[in-house]
C-alpha cells in the first residue's frame, strides 16, 4: 500500500558568491554556485524561503527580494540554494515539504519517512498509537549550542534507538514488503555547523531487503 509523500531530499548547493544588482526596479541580487542551477527549487534567505529568481545559465540566477529583507545588505545575508536533483555526493537534505503536488511513495521510501516521522514524535502525542515516538524533538529542546555537541550526538542515537525498537516491535508480526519492514536503523554521523547553529544528522537505515538508505536531517 502507498503512502502519500510527505518528505523529500533536496540538494543544497555550494553558494560562490551574492552581489546586488544595480539599476533594477524591484532588489535583486545575482547567486553564483559551484553547481548545477538548472533544477533549483527555492532559494532561503535569512531563513526566508523564496522562489521568485531568473535562471541566467546552469551556474548563474537573479533572485528578486522581499521588502523583509529591505534593511539588510547582499553581505549579511545567509544564502542556500536548494535543487530538485542531486548533483553531489553528501550534499543532500530532508525537508518536510508539503506542496500542491500530491506524490505516492512505496518501498524503503516509504518506510524511510515513516521512520523520520516516529523519530521526531513525542510518544503519547498519536493517539491512535502512544507507544510511537523517539521524542528527538522534545529531548533537544530549545536552541542548539556549539558546546552541546555530545548531549546532541547522545539525544540524536538515543532517540535512534528508540525508534529502531519501536518498529522491532510494531513490525514483528507484520506482512509488509521486505523493503518496507525495518531491520536495522543507526546513527552514522552527527556534525554541527556553528555559523547557521545547525545539526546534521546522517541516519543510516537497513531494510528486511537488504538495502540500505541514508537519511540526512538537518535539526
Not at 59 to 85: C, I
Not at 183 to 197: A, G, H, I, P, Y
Amino acid at each position: 500500500m502507498k503512502d502519500l509523500q510527505f518528505i523529500v531530499l533536496s540538494d543544497l548547493l555550494e553558494v560562490l558568491s551574492k552581489t546586488e544588482l544595480e539599476g533594477r526596479s524591484q532588489r535583486t541580487i545575482e547567486i553564483k554556485s559551484s553547481g548545477n542551477l538548472n533544477f533549483t527549487k527555492k532559494v532561503v534567505v535569512n531563513d526566508l524561503s523564496l522562489t521568485d529568481f531568473t535562471l541566467i545559465d546552469r551556474r548563474t540566477l537573479h533572485l528578486r527580494l522581499p521588502s523583509q529583507l529591505d534593511g539588510v545588505t547582499a553581505a549579511e545575508m545567509d544564502v542556500r540554494v536548494f535543487s530538485s536533483q542531486q548533483t553531489r555526493r553528501g550534499s543532500a537534505v530532508m525537508e518536510f515539504d508539503l506542496t500542491d503536488r500530491f506524490t505516492s511513495v512505496e518501498g524503503s521510501q516509504k518506510l524511510a519517512q515513516q521512520v523520520v516521522k516516529t523519530l521526531i514524535t513525542t510518544t503519547k502525542t498519536n493517539r491512535f498509537n502512544e507507544s510511537e515516538g523517539g521524542n528527538l524533538l522534545k529531548s533537544l529542546g530549545g536552541s542548539l549550542s556549539p558546546t552541546e555537541t555530545s548531549k546532541v550526538a547522545s539525544s540524536v542515537s538515543r532517540a535512534v534507538a528508540d525508534t529502531q525498537s519501536f518498529y522491532l516491535e510494531s513490525q514483528g508480526r507484520s506482512k509488509l514488503p521486505l523493503d518496507e519492514r525495518l531491520l536495522k536503523l543507526s546513527l552514522s554521523s552527527v556534525e554541527f555547523n556553528s555559523s547557521t547553529l545547525e545539526v546534521t544528522a546522517v541516519i543510516r537505515m537497513t531494510t528486511f531487503s537488504g538495502k540500505t538508505e541514508l537519511l540526512p536531517i538537518v535539526l
